[in-house]
């Protein structure tokens, strides 16, 4: 018998727990759904004024996506388990280590959405907002201001998880922390693109409020790397 090819292996784990973590997210999207008029009203006096729709359908669409947003966030730590147990498996990483990938990916996940929330997103959207003139006044959709917080919120804690993954890709053998140091121009370069395509506005300003943050988490990964003495 042949052996199974990590891909295999990989897309096997994620199919024994898709159907329930779907089934999660369904639900406590539909829990969520009737908390949406407090968590909108909340985002909303953080981040905007007035809010408005164009459509019959908008304000319930932008509910429901608001309550998908609430559920996959909230479901994270399962979404982080069911993610690691799979790519961990055909890597043999077990026990503590796989808790030491789902914990810590979980905690710069929300620490990345929290500064993203409290930081970067306030001073984006004051930017953005800041062309305005008694002239050209800021009428806001409802579905797009829900699309645009949301997507950036995610964003910003995907972008978080890099140290975690530089750990992982050197510990399975896939690249070594003499990698990451060598080529840290390149990192910068990556980096830099990154924040320019997720930040909220081009200016400078917000750019470095991601691409700072991120870049001393890469250098954050060498040292970790170096600490556990992983080469």
Known sequence: MTAQTPLFVILSEFRRTIRALALAVGLTTLVIFFLTPHLLHYVQMH???????????EPFLAHVKLAFFGAVYGLIPWVMTVFWRAIAKPFGVKGTEVFFFIFFTCLLFYAGTLFCYFITLPFGIKFLLGFGSEELRAVISVSRFVNFTTIFILAF?????LPIFMV???KVGLCSRSFFARNRRIALLIIAIL???LTPTPDVVNMLLMGGPLYLLYEAG??????????
């Open 168 to 170: 992982f890709l050197a």
């Open 47 to 57: 981040l905007a004024d007035k809010l408005y729709f164009f459509a019959v359908a």
């Open 157 to 161: 804690g995907a972008v978080f998880e």
């Open 195 to 197: 924040a320019a395509m």
């Open 222 to 231: 060498i040292v970790i790397l170096m600490v556990m003495r992983i080469k």
